[in-house]
């Protein structure tokens, strides 16, 4: 178990804060839109944590048109429009091959402000803007006010030209540099982690770095591992790394060592890119992974020395079988593209017949059902 400060007896599971707006993604390929959903890393990761039972706090920003019912009411601006990004997965250049899609934010919510967030402690806090959103101040506040402070690298180098389009910045010019000594995680996927050194960044926290279908690699001040990723059938890369750090974040939660959650972040980001937009898990899946996470938790109690802050970072016995036993959990996965559109927007468009590409370049064929194949 992750031991916090604020951690007790009777609340084992330790508080999480997420910080980042939900937005409308918007999804285009040859001119033309193929399918309309709830975006931002907010949505898919209180997703996975809602999955396993992880209680969380959310603080999100949007506008009045924003579209989508939602359990954990988001901040309504009145005077701002909800953060809209538009994907375009036939733009994206020949030179960059690791980019599979160019995003537009053609819409900005208003930022999250320190004063924005609760006045009091959690034991997690994940700061995972989209559109810009999280301040330095912003940051700054969640590091006095959360034990453990996990961070998108997306909320912190994304710049955005006039006409939207995301660039990103070195994470050394971004503002947020100062911070990084106080944060404990830091994730980014294989075309971010160019914009930061991370030999240097892993001596102040552990840099996730997620490869698409291969997986992970873990790097923490004296070591790095390599997490096994899980096979899927993809159809939508958007939303795998937020899910991705859901699973992680949910797997830290339950007292997981790190490649045990990183494990579970690779599962669920499998998972993620399966579907178009938010996946709705499977309700006999999930109680399969939950299963599965409580045999593991048994097995690894009795066996661990923690270090001060709860954290241990190489792999422990039995990781490998925990990734069969998650693969096979995927067998009874039947969900259709129907049911794992949750809360469709008031105007759905239709999402058959379209061509998303796979994060190796391989366009895959969406078909009206998806099954998950199992390793
Ligand atoms: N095609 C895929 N097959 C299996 N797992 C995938 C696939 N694409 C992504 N994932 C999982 O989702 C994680 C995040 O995906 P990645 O593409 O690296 O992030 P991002 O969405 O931020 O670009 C990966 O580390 C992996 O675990
Ligand atoms: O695909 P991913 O990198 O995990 O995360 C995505 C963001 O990059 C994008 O800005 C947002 O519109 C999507 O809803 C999703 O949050």
Request: with cysteine; hydrophobic share 40%; aromatic share 8%.
């Amino acid at each position: 178990m992750v031991t916090t400060k604020t951690q007790t007896q009777d609340n084992p599971i330790p508080s999480v804060l997420i910080v980042g707006n939900y937005c409308h993604d918007v999804l285009l390929q040859g001119g033309a839109v193929v399918a309309e959903t709830l975006g931002g890393a907010a949505s898919f990761i209180s997703n996975v944590l809602t999955g396993l039972s992880v209680s969380f706090h959310l603080t999100s920003k949007v506008g009045l048109d924003f579209n989508y019912p939602l359990n954990h009411n988001p901040i309504v601006v009145q005077t701002s429009k909800t953060t809209v990004f538009h994907a375009y997965f036939d733009l994206a250049s020949s030179e960059n091959a690791h980019q599979d899609r160019v995003l537009k934010r053609v819409e900005a919510c208003d930022p999250i402000y320190p004063s924005d967030l609760p006045d009091r402690r959690f034991d997690f806090g994940m700061a995972v803007g989209v559109g810009g959103e999280i301040l330095p101040e912003t940051l700054e506040k969640m590091v006095d006010i959360c034990d453990v402070v996990f961070v998108d690298i997306q909320a912190l180098i994304r710049a955005f030209d006039k006409n939207g389009t995301v660039n990103l910045v070195g994470l050394k010019e971004s503002g947020f540099y100062h911070l990084l000594p106080r944060l404990k995680f830091l994730k980014a996927s294989s075309e971010e982690a160019l914009f930061m050194d991370v030999e240097e960044v892993r001596k102040w926290c552990c840099v996730v770095v997620t490869h698409g279908k291969d997986g992970c690699q873990v790097y923490w001040k004296d070591g790095e591992t390599q997490i096994a990723p899980f096979r899927a059938n993809q159809v939508d890369p958007t939303g795998a790394g937020d899910t991705f750090l859901g699973g992680l974040v949910a797997g830290l939660a339950h007292g997981f060592v790190v490649p045990d959650a990183a494990l579970l972040g690779n599962f669920f980001g499998s998972l993620a890119v399966a579907h178009i937009g938010l996946p709705k898990f499977d309700l006999r899946l999930l109680q399969r992974v939950k299963d599965e996470m409580q045999r593991r938790k048994l097995h690894c109690s009795c066996c661990l020395e923690r270090r001060d802050d709860g954290l241990i970072f190489t792999k422990t016995s039995g990781h490998d079988e925990f990734h069969a036993s998650l693969a096979s959990t995927k067998l009874v996965s039947t969900c259709s593209i129907q049911e794992c559109q949750q809360d469709l927007p008031r105007s759905p468009r239709t999402v058959d017949q379209v061509i998303l590409p796979q994060y190796n370049g391989q366009p895959k064929l969406l078909v009206s059902s998806v099954f998950d194949e199992p390793m």
